[in-house]
């Protein structure tokens, strides 16, 4: 059993995702091949093969995967694939957006966020906003899977893989790669924070995002999380949703502040160690999953709650 994994980058670095997804797919017990594919990504391939348990790194540098659309690599992966049992990318915007063409390309099913290898060819996978927990058995030639990363703990270094340069393929140009803007922060990132403080519809404003939620983030060194509520009401940026239709995260803390707790979007964040709300409805949902819960005006909690912290540091 060989496995393919393609590696997620992000902003020219590796991403932690693919520590996460290379610890799951060490339960398949075969020797596992990351994919750097980009362009000027030589030091990602370095930084891929340190990771332990990789056996190789195959290093695709070329122009016509620098923005990773998924055709051009989608086709890359799948000329790749005869000599694979598995190929598997963490399920991030990438993961879903070039694994399926993979699959259907190979005329396979893909397996999508699992949670769990029970057997080569067993995965568990939540279902209905994570409800359920579904396990399937894939009788599939060859596995096409995305990994749910939140699930994994990430693999350390102390890996020395070789590295090996395959040549681009060709681009079938039929998308084109036209600008993008990116949110830049000092903050950890989302999906890899260890402490994660979300704002809800609570808040109010953008202002109140900046006043309160950020300030105890910093504090803690935490990222800043938000419910789609929030989000659609433009009170906090778009890829800081967690939930069903945003990132599906699992910090050792979450304070979830103003946020009601439906169910779209504790799928985001119910695996999270440790979950404190602040919500003055004492009948609010979030209680039910909350670890401590404070019933109380988030307004005078939250500075309470800094004051406190900064004592502490004092
Ligand atoms: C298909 C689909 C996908 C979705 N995906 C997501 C998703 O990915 N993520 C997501 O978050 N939602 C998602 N939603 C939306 C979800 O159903 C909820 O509407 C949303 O999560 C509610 O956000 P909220 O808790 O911030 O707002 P509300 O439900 O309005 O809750 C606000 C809470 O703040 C409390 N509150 C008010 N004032 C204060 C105060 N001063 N101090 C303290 N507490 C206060 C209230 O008691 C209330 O509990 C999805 C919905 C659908 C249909």
């Known amino acids: 059993m060989t496995i393919l994994l393609l590696a997620e980058i992000q902003n ?3 991403n932690a995702a693919t520590a996460k ?3 799951a ?5 075969g020797p596992v091949h990351v994919l750097v594919a980009g362009q ?3 030091k990602v391939a370095e930084a891929a093969a340190r990771l332990a348990g990789v056996a190789k790194v195959l290093l695709a540098d070329d122009v016509i995967y620098a923005h990773r659309l998924a055709e051009p690599l989608a086709a890359l992966i799948v000329s790749l694939a005869p000599d694979y049992d598995v190929l598997a990318a963490a399920a991030t915007s990438t993961g879903k957006n070039v694994m399926p063409r993979v699959a259907a390309l190979l005329d396979v099913m893909q397996i999508s966020e699992i949670t769990k290898i029970h057997a080569p060819d067993v995965f568990e996978r939540p279902i209905y906003a994570g409800n359920a927990v579904e396990m399937v058995q894939s009788s599939e030639a060859k596995k096409v899977i995305t990994i749910r990363t939140a699930a994994f703990q990430p693999v350390g270094e102390g890996g020395s893989a070789a590295i090996e340069k395959i040549s681009g393929g060709t681009d079938s140009a039929v998308s084109r790669f036209a600008h993008e803007e990116i949110a830049r922060s000092e903050r950890p990132e989302l999906g890899s924070a260890r402490v994660i403080v979300s704002g809800g519809r609570a808040l109010q ?3 109140n995002f900046a006043m309160l939620i950020e300030p105890l983030a910093d504090e803690l060194g935490a990222a800043v999380g938000a419910s789609r509520a929030a989000v659609d ?4 940026p778009n890829d800081w949703q967690v939930g069903q239709t945003g990132k599906v995260v699992a910090p050792e803390l979450y304070i979830a502040v103003g946020i009601s707790g439906a169910i779209q979007h504790v799928a985001g964040m119910k695996d999270s160690k440790v979950i404190v709300a602040i919500n003055k409805d004492e009948e609010a949902p979030i209680f039910e999953i909350a670890d401590y819960g404070i019933v109380g005006d988030l307004f005078t909690v ?3 709650l800094k004051e406190e912290l900064a004592k502490s540091r004092r």
């Open 25 to 29: 797919t060490a339960a398949l017990g």
């Open 302 to 304: 939250l500075p309470a």
């Open 21 to 23: 997804a290379l610890a």
């Open 205 to 207: 404003g953008a202002e």
């Open 233 to 236: 009401a433009g009170y906090a």
């Open 12 to 14: 020219d670095q590796l």
């Open 40 to 42: 000027g990504v030589e």
